[in-house]
T-cell receptor, first 116, second 110 residues
Framework: NAGVTQTPKFRVLKTGQSMTLLCAQD?????MYWYRQDPGMGLRLIHY???????AKGEVPDGYNVSRLKKQNFLLGLESAAPSQTSVYFC???????????????FGPGTRLLVL | GIQVEQSPPDLILQEGANSTLRCNFS?????LQWFHQNPWGQLINLFY???GTKQNGRLSATTVATERYSLLYISSSQTTDSGVYFC????????????FGTGTLLAVQP
């Protein structure tokens, strides 16, 4: 099992450009999440999904869109990148509590994004 | 919203020393996880511990949900324990959203 993987690992964008970050998990998890981590801070939730075809906003959703067309994939889009979106982006997944009685979230390796 | 505070913010240890990291949270939560973020940025699951005590090798954790705190114990520290330790609390019922604390930066010196 690869667990949670993220593509790309690193990207530089110019202000106003768009891009999509891809998250994939092979653990058959129902729930998936996108977080961002800024220097010296903990992670903050951007968007999440509780199943294929569903998405919902987290703490800091502005400027981002997401899609979950397949259970194993969760995409994070930046339509018009801004310097304030320079950050490290982490994807995570977890199983449904009622299925496994534990809600451990497993994290990908992160994507470093620099917006100039 | 729920507030998660970790202490101390920074900690320097000599190899072989023991330490206790604390996580306080302001409201009832569904669960609690401890993570280690290594110097390469990878987040490593340490414990899923909504209540009670768990041990894994030199690490152990205790959560007292009724008093809204959790402790992470590191014994006989090694240089590979260096990094940032985060606690994160789960809220939002079945959606299991996490709120992270700001972390404890641990440096273990040889």
């Amino acid at each position: 099992n690869a667990g949670v993987t993220q593509t790309p690992k690193f990207r530089v964008l110019k202000t106003g450009q768009s891009m999509t970050l891809l998250c994939a998990q092979d653990m058959n998890h129902e729930y998936m999440y996108w977080y961002r981590q800024d220097p010296g801070m903990g992670l903050r939730l951007i968007h999440y999904s509780v199943g294929e075809g569903t998405t919902a906003k987290g703490e800091v959703p502005d400027g981002y869109n997401v899609s979950r067309l397949k259970k194993q994939n969760f995409l994070l889009g930046l339509e018009s990148a801004a310097p304030s979106q320079t950050s490290v982006y982490f994807c995570a997944s977890s199983a449904q509590y009622r299925r496994v009685m534990e809600e451990t979230q497993y994290f990908g390796p992160g994507t470093r994004l620099l917006v100039l | 919203g729920i507030q998660v505070e970790q202490s101390p913010p920074d900690l320097i240890l000599q190899e072989g020393a023991n330490s206790t990291l604390r996580c306080n949270f302001s409201d009832s939560v569904n669960n609690l996880q401890w993570f280690h973020q290594n110097p390469w940025g990878q987040l490593i699951n340490l414990f899923y511990i909504p209540s009670g005590t768990k041990q894994n090798g030199r690490l152990s954790a205790t959560t007292v949900a009724t008093e809204r705190y959790s402790l992470l114990y590191i014994s006989s520290s090694q240089t590979t324990d260096s990094g940032v330790y985060f606690c994160a609390v789960g809220y939002g019922g079945a959606t299991n959203k996490l709120i992270f604390g700001t972390g404890t930066l641990l440096a273990v010196q040889p």
